[in-house]
């Protein structure tokens, strides 16, 4: 007898369509670099592509909050909601990192380069904790929260273009949280790896 697939919960549906948008936000984001180069930028690509990813930047916080009211949290939303978050900014990284994006500030590359060189290290990581010890324990750090929110800070303040003087502050506090849970992360990956330092202690 064959198993059922389990129905997908609101929440889920809710971060299926983040992840749909996703593609929606890169052509856009394309479209309107390309008007640029014009001289006469269409502004509607801009903006459409700016709600776009303001909806999927923000329904982050609603499906998480329905998966927790309704109790309704699944393996399947714990692997989904990251992607759709990592997928959504990589996007914006990339994207935004060209001059001819068409917009007045875009990303320095150190910038892109720090934070996808943090997610490469996590996943090396991971693999190498599941081959060494055959289990991997993610704790959710507030440096980590931090570091997403103001990366996705940066993103939206480059599309909607709010005044420039403000991003060297928004760019310092996104790199040195990306920074820090980096830091974090790894010691929290040793410690599943040599569970002496767990312990706080060494055998002689």
Same mark, same amino acid.
């Given at each position: 007898?064959?198993?059922?697939?389990?129905?997908?919960?609101?929440?889920?549906?809710?971060?299926?369509?983040?992840?749909?948008?996703?593609?929606?936000?890169?052509?856009?984001?394309?479209?309107?670099?390309?008007?640029?180069?014009?001289?006469?930028?269409?502004?509607?690509?801009?903006?459409?592509?700016?709600?776009?990813?303001?909806?999927?930047?923000?329904?982050?916080?609603?499906?998480?909050?329905?998966?927790?009211?309704?109790?309704?949290?699944?393996?399947?939303?714990?692997?989904?909601?990251?992607?759709?978050?990592?997928?959504?900014?990589?996007?914006?990284?990339?994207?935004?990192?060209?001059?001819?994006?068409?917009?007045?500030?875009?990303?320095?590359?150190?910038?892109?380069?720090?934070?996808?060189?943090?997610?490469? $290290?996590?996943?090396?990581?991971?693999? #190498?904790? %599941?081959?060494?010890? =055959?289990?991997?324990? +993610?704790? &959710?750090? *507030?440096?980590?929260?931090?570091?997403?929110?103001?990366?996705?800070?940066?993103?939206?303040?480059?599309?909607?273009?709010?005044?420039?003087?403000?991003?060297?502050?928004?760019?310092?506090?996104?790199? $040195?949280?990306?920074?820090?849970?980096? #830091?974090? %992360?790894?010691?929290? =990956?040793?410690?599943? +790896?040599? &569970?002496? *330092?767990?312990?706080?202690?060494?055998?002689?």
């Amino acid at each position: 007898m064959s198993k059922q697939p389990l129905p997908l919960t609101l929440a889920n549906r809710i971060t299926v369509i983040r992840i749909l948008s996703i593609p929606f936000f890169i052509l856009l984001l394309m479209y309107y670099g390309n008007s640029g180069k014009t001289g006469h930028p269409n502004e509607i690509f801009r903006w459409a592509a700016t709600i776009c990813y303001l909806f999927t930047f923000l329904s982050d916080a609603v499906d998480g909050y329905l998966a927790r009211v309704r109790h309704e949290i699944t393996r399947l939303g714990s692997i989904l909601d990251p992607l759709a978050d990592k997928a959504l900014l990589l996007s914006g990284l990339v994207l935004l990192s060209r001059p001819s994006a068409g917009f007045e500030a875009h990303l320095p590359v150190w910038f892109v380069i720090l934070v996808i060189s943090r997610d490469v $290290v996590l996943v090396v990581g991971a693999i #190498i904790i %599941y081959y060494m010890a =055959g289990d991997v324990m +993610i704790r &959710p750090r *507030i440096s980590g929260k931090a570091a997403t929110f103001f990366q996705m800070t940066v993103i939206a303040w480059i599309l909607i273009g709010f005044p420039q003087r403000a991003m060297p502050w928004l760019l310092g506090a996104a790199a $040195v949280c990306t920074g820090i849970s980096a #830091i974090q %992360y790894i010691f929290d =990956g040793i410690r599943q +790896i040599d &569970p002496k *330092i767990a312990n706080g202690s060494r055998a002689p």
